[in-house]
């Protein structure tokens, strides 16, 4: 299989069990970057919270390039998993993918 395909999200148990920890992980992630530039956009009203704010914003944004980090770390995860044989394609060797 390769990265990014959709089939091995649904390969085995085990896939889909990766899928969702790291979906979890991904939504938490994406909900405290919201947070933090919601929260700063507020902090922009006051003169007093601007430094504030521009610290939210930094870190919102560095959670937000966490984004994409987790979902190469995922299919990287799914890429390692081996897949039971009854899910493989016909003809297909018992190798175990990434080796």
Not at 17 to 37: G, S
Not at 38 to 44: L, N, T
Not at 85 to 97: I, L, Q, S
């Amino acid at each position: 299989m390769k990265l990014f395909d959709a089939r091995l999200r649904r390969q085995s148990e085990d896939h889909y069990e990766v899928v969702r920890r790291y979906e979890l992980w991904r939504t938490v992630i994406e909900f405290f970057a919201a947070a933090l530039f919601v929260v700063g956009s507020v902090f922009f009203f006051y003169d007093a919270l601007i430094y504030a704010g521009t610290w939210l914003f930094l870190l919102g944004s560095i959670l937000f390039g966490v984004r994409p980090t987790i979902r190469l770390l995922l299919e990287l995860r799914l890429a390692r998993l081996p897949v039971p044989r009854e899910f493989r394609p016909y003809g297909a060797e018992d190798e175990t993918p990434g080796q």
